[in-house]
């Protein structure tokens, strides 16, 4: 079985703060663990994915994640936040791609907010 | 085309109607889901298609019928469906098999049940 578990229901930041989103992982397999966001009234987007490759990755407008199997933990940073950058994230994991249909396990979500 | 659509945007029905949700997508995806998203929490699983045939089911009311007519289309039947069913209905698409593993999600539509 799979779960994520991200810490901090809601994030208030500055602009140009560092922004620091929490996410902790359990995982009996190799973990696929991936980094979603959601504006108001939409779809979510994709902005980061770990798949074993390299243990840092980026993703989009800025975003970064770190994974470290140690401490279980794949959490996402921004050096400097942006007013654009207010929204729900979600942290999801799933397993190795399989023929079948893959399920992805979804975090509560942490809504962020970007202060003046 | 990488992108994933749904229609209509947003859909309003009474509980004794029919209606329908689209979603198609032009990325060669051979792994179509449905979700249902609550405000403030995350998508919920219904079900998923992998190859057009139905994979997973979890556990969803008769009320909600999916369709996969053919590899880029997606429909989820509705009927006499309750208020407790308005929410969003957010549509995803992924490669098959072995591919990449990452979701690609549509807007989503808008469900309100009176």
């Known amino acids: 079985a799979q779960s994520v578990t991200q810490l901090g229901s809601h994030v208030s930041v500055s602009e140009g703060a560092l922004v620091l989103l929490r996410c902790n992982y359990s995982?009996?397999?190799?973990?696929?663990l991936f980094w979603y966001v959601q504006y108001p009234n939409q779809g979510l987007q994709l902005l980061l994915k770990y798949t074993s490759a390299a243990t840092l990755v980026k993703g989009i407008n800025g975003f970064e994640a770190e994974f470290k199997k140690s401490e279980t933990s794949f959490h996402l940073t921004k050096p400097s936040a942006h007013m654009s950058d207010a929204a729900e994230y979600f942290c999801?994991?799933?397993?190795?791609?399989?023929?079948?249909?893959?399920?992805?396990?979804f975090g509560t979500g942490t809504q962020l907010k970007v202060e003046l | 085309d990488t992108e994933v659509t749904q229609t209509p945007k947003h859909l309003v029905m009474g509980m004794t109607n029919k209606k329908s949700l689209k979603c198609e997508q032009h990325m060669g995806h051979r792994a179509m889901y449905w979700y249902k998203q609550k405000a403030k929490k995350p998508p919920e699983l219904m079900f998923v298609?992998?190859?057009?045939?139905?994979?997973i089911n979890e556990s969803v009311p008769s009320r909600f019928s999916p369709e996969c007519p053919n590899s880029s289309l997606l429909n989820l039947h509705l009927h006499a469906l309750q208020p407790e069913d308005s929410a969003l209905y957010l549509c995803?698409?992924?490669?098959?098999?072995?591919?990449?593993?990452?979701?690609?999600f549509g807007p989503g539509t808008r469900l309100t049940v009176l």
């Open positions: 995982s009996s397999v190799p973990p696929y």
């Open positions: 298609y992998s190859y057009e045939k139905l994979s």
């Open positions: 999801a994991v799933s397993g190795r791609p399989t023929g079948g249909g893959n399920k992805l396990t």
């Open positions: 995803a698409s992924r490669q098959a098999g072995t591919g990449g593993n990452e979701q690609f």
